[in-house]
């Protein structure tokens, strides 16, 4: 029988009071352990778990915001779930300044009281754990960076850490977070109660009029009715309007990164993601890296988006919380560190880190006649392949250029991250490079591997680049200088995936995303990216002296 103590009013160090239920099991009143569920999207909406079927994409019924857990479940195994809004949101008081309140409170502070409040309740026995996915895992490490003594351990399912990477990825604006913050396209979105801009708190009304007028004049930006709309009217979208005022790395991110802030944790962290968005499975690995305690990095299947209400998961973490939460040893910690489960071959690797096998990196060429090779072109002055896009502002149509591969003659298997290496010609300042890579199986069935993303004027690299591992600073944009030849070096995000004897690898260069496939009905209507707002024409060399080529990672003893 599931009770609950509403309406829990719980005092921050500065006065304010955060708003939370306590669902427990009401057969008795023993004290138990307490897992912590802290979201800007509202605690009533949470609720819904209890009554709500959970749904997966493409239904029209999945809301990316209830996130909390399966309350039912979390009760049944003996614990607390308690579930409460962060400063600003829903019930609570306070203010939220910018995403994640980096202009006002750290959130981390907030959290460190709210998890000492519950160990501190009779229905607690002082042992204090963390759940639920997305924003709700971004919060668990916020907190435990913070180190309050009663939270023993977390899980955190498909977190976002670094905010940058989060909302741009390699430079190109992506609209999921506009989602979350307005309540558009499957999410119900923050639950405003007093929210604020950062940007608008901090510049005068004239400043940011200036700033706006400079930020319209990307051609990109200025062709996105919804951005022109949000640029001019920010009120009740104070968040969004942040996120698209700040297209560059910085200062702005980095104040209170969690990747940074993570290397102050010191209590055991499961990490836990599935494959499909790239850019979250980069960061989870990031943060792996970081974290010196006890960890875990546990790296599922396709397809990217679980279920809402969220309920996948649940036996791993319970496993991770009977361990560390009620002392029950269940083994979990003898087992390795890193689990991967590898598309194609639907096996799972396990090791002591990422990647979890020894890798090689080997090029493969892209070719004349839309071919892939292991071998290089040797002729000179070879035409190149090219495309033209016009603005999606007056056509429908997506223009693709490819390159296939012949059949794998055995099972090849690759695990780790991957570059592209281009050399284009475009006749424009800017453009975006958008790379999808697709394992096709002789029936003509594809299965997405991975993808890349990186808009032009971001192209610089910095030090930390290595072969097959490329990363940008983004901190400045460098117009391209109309017609000359200049080498791309994409990123192309973590992935594991074995390609069976008979398919082909397919590589698809574009500048914007494909309206409607079968991948992107997975994922939610506004999980795409910002197109290009001008008319581009792209040149794509491949001859002995421009290699275009992907940088791939084979597993050393797999091939």
């Known amino acids: 029988m599931i009770k609950v103590r509403k309406d829990l009013r719980i005092p921050m160090r500065d006065g304010v009071e955060l708003a939370a239920d306590a669902y427990h099991d009401g057969s008795d009143e023993r004290p ?55 400063r600003g949101t829903g019930d609570s008081g306070g203010v939220m300044i910018g995403n994640y309140n980096f202009g006002g409170v750290p959130q981390g502070q907030d959290l460190y009281d709210v998890i000492e409040w519950v160990a ?129 790395d910085g200062d702005w991110y980095e104040q209170r990164n969690p990747i940074t802030l993570a290397a102050n944790i010191d209590i055991p962290v499961y990490l836990q993601i599935d494959q499909g968005r790239g850019w979250t499975v980069d960061g989870h690995i990031e943060l792996f890296d970081v974290l010196t305690g006890p960890k875990k990095l546990d790296i599922g299947s396709y397809p990217p988006m679980q279920s809402r209400p969220w309920i996948e998961e649940h036996d791993k973490m319970f496993r991770w919380y009977d361990y560390w939460l009620k002392g029950i040893d269940n083994g979990i910690m003898d087992e390795p560190a890193v689990s991967v489960f590898v598309e194609g071959s639907r096996s799972v690797v396990t090791g002591s880190q990422w990647p979890p096998r020894p890798v090689a990196y080997r090029s493969l060429y892209l070719r004349p006649r839309h071919k892939i090779s292991s071998e290089p072109e040797l002729m000179e002055d070879v035409a190149p392949d090219g ?14 250029v490819t390159w ?51 808009k032009a004027s971001h192209r610089e690299l910095d030090e930390r680049t290595t072969e097959g591992n490329p990363y940008h600073p983004h901190t400045r944009a460098v117009p391209v200088e109309p017609g000359k030849i200049e080498e791309y070096v994409v990123r192309l995000y973590p992935f594991a995936s074995t390609f069976r004897p008979g398919h082909r690898l397919v590589v698809e260069l574009s500048n914007d995303e494909p309206l409607a496939d079968a991948h992107n009905a997975l994922l939610p209507p506004d999980a795409f990216h910002l197109p290009v707002g001008r008319p581009v024409t792209h040149k794509i060399y491949r001859d002995a002296q421009h290699p275009s080529r992907l940088v791939l990672p084979f597993t050393a003893d797999r091939v």
């Open 387 to 400: 495309f033209y896009q016009a603005p999606l502002t007056v056509t429908d149509t997506v223009q693709v």
């Open 404 to 454: 296939t591969s012949e059949p794998f003659e055995q099972a090849v298997e690759m695990i780790g991250t991957g570059a592209a290496h281009l050399f284009v010609e475009i006749d424009q300042e800017d453009t975006n490079l958008i790379l999808r890579l697709w394992d096709t199986a002789p029936t003509g069935t594809r299965q997405l591997i991975t993808t890349g993303f990186l």
């Open 32 to 86: 138990r352990p307490a897992l912590i569920a802290m979201s800007a999207y509202g605690k009533k909406l949470q609720a819904l778990a209890l009554t709500t079927p959970p749904q997966r994409r493409p239904s029209p019924m999945w809301d990316g915001c209830i996130e909390a857990g399966d309350i039912a479940r979390v009760v049944s195994e003996g614990y607390v779930h308690v579930i409460g809004d962060m």
């Open 120 to 248: 501190a309740q009779p229905w607690c026995d002082g042992n204090v754990g963390m759940i639920g996915i997305s924003y709700f895992g971004s919060m668990q490490v916020l907190a435990a960076a913070e180190r309050p003594p009663h939270l023993k351990a977390i899980f955190v399912s498909g977190g976002h850490f670094d905010f940058y990477e989060t909302t741009y990825h390699g430079g190109v604006m992506w609209f999921m977070p506009r989602a979350a913050r307005e309540g558009r396209g499957g999410d119900s979105g923050i639950a405003h109660t007093n929210v604020q801009s950062r940007m608008l708190s901090q510049f005068s009304a004239d400043e940011i009029e200036k700033l706006v007028a400079k930020r319209l004049q990307d051609p990109d930006v200025a062709a996105w009715p919804n951005l022109v709309h949000v640029l001019r009217y920010p009120k009740n979208r104070e968040l969004w309007f942040d996120i698209v005022m700040n297209e560059l």
